[in-house]
């Protein structure tokens, strides 16, 4: 069964490490369908759409970030599903 989460990393470093792409590149390993952006006030929020287990695995990577990242905060909550789509893509 899909799920869907809003998704939002808070931390000391998210923003100019490529964390959206890392986080694309995550979603599109784990069959995960959504968005990610960065936001004014220094965090990555999106949202990730999948099964289970990939949403498990994909929110781990997430929530570690990518080499240069720090993250002190990753928080997410539950959204409706979106029917058709098909693709993770990173929003500016």
Same mark, same amino acid.
């Given at each position: 069964? $899909? =799920?869907?989460?809003? +998704?939002? *990393?808070?931390?000391?470093?998210?923003?100019?490490?490529? +964390? #959206?792409?890392?986080?694309?590149? #995550? $979603? =599109?390993?784990? !069959? &995960?369908? !959504?968005?990610? =952006?960065?936001?004014?006030?220094?965090?990555? @929020? !999106? @949202? *990730?759409?999948? @099964? %289970?287990? *990939?949403?498990?695995? +994909?929110?781990?990577?997430?929530?570690?970030?990518?080499?240069? $990242? &720090?993250?002190?905060?990753?928080?997410?909550?539950?959204? %409706?599903?979106?029917? !058709? @789509?098909?693709?993770?893509?990173? =929003?500016?």
């Amino acid at each position: 069964m $899909a =799920r869907r989460f809003y +998704f939002v *990393a808070h931390g000391g470093v998210v923003q100019g490490v490529g +964390f #959206r792409y890392f986080t694309q590149q #995550r $979603a =599109r390993d784990y !069959g &995960i369908t !959504g968005w990610c =952006r960065n936001t004014p006030d220094n965090k990555v @929020e !999106g @949202e *990730a759409q999948g @099964e %289970d287990d *990939a949403l498990d695995s +994909f929110f781990k990577d997430v929530d570690k970030g990518p080499r240069h $990242a &720090i993250v002190v905060q990753f928080t997410k909550e539950d959204r %409706d599903v979106v029917d !058709g @789509e098909s693709s993770f893509s990173v =929003r500016h």
